[in-house]
């Protein structure tokens, strides 16, 4: 089982703790591959493995929980390492990252309120319950989907937690655009490797 960590108060960025921002990409026209395409024709879904195997879909509920409290939301940024290689839009890796946050989201891990993969990194707004740690939880997730899909995650990550006075919708908006202003789509609903716990 994974571990789970009381909340806690806002800490100070610790140097460790950070990576540089990756929302800087060279400019890249490309036609954003579709969830078909990316399935490279495999009518298969993702199978977690046996710790613990991932249950068939179920509606996504869309309630934020009753565990969530005001303020306990991160904005989290994960990169590759090698980022130049794009390696998340490869071997039907974004849509398999999309499946594991959305089996922890379902199983109560945590609340995905948005995630989105980007060719090189992730970001995402997530609430975990009192009793589940977030950097455990994140970091947990992240050596999971190393060895299950050969991801070489960069060691550290970027976590946020808002405040009050920090706009959920500007957040949500910023992670949205991602895919446009890195020129892979048009329109941010184009970009099809996001979770949305309300639209899902």
């Known amino acids: 089982m994974l571990p789970k960590i009381p909340g806690r108060a806002r800490r100070p960025a610790e140097p460790s703790d950070r990576v540089g921002h990756p929302d800087n990409p060279p400019p890249r026209p490309a036609e954003p591959p579709s969830r078909h395409d990316a399935q490279h024709g495999s009518a298969g879904r993702l199978a977690l493995p046996a ?12 309630e934020i929980p009753s565990w969530v409290p005001t303020g306990a939301l991160y904005f989290i940024t994960i990169c590759a390492k090698n ?5 998340l839009l490869k071997n039907n890796i974004a849509n398999n990252l999309v ?14 309120r948005l995630f989105l993969v980007m060719p090189d990194h992730i970001h995402a707004l997530i609430s975990f319950p009192a009793e589940n740690s977030m950097p455990r939880r994140v970091s947990s997730w992240k050596s999971y989907t190393a060895r299950k899909f050969g991801i070489d995650w960069q060691e ?22 991602n895919p446009v202003r890195a020129r892979l789509v048009d329109a941010p609903e184009k970009w099809p490797f996001i979770f949305d716990a309300y639209t899902r």
């Open 51 to 62: 710790e613990p195997s991932l249950p068939q879909r179920k509606p996504l509920p869309h």
């Open 83 to 87: 980022r130049t290689a794009r390696p």
């Open 99 to 112: 499946e594991t946050v959305s089996h922890l989201h379902q199983r109560g891990d945590w609340f995905a």
């Open 156 to 177: 550290r990550f970027f976590e946020h937690r808002l405040r009050a006075e920090d706009s959920l919708d500007e957040k949500a908006a910023y992670i949205r655009m």
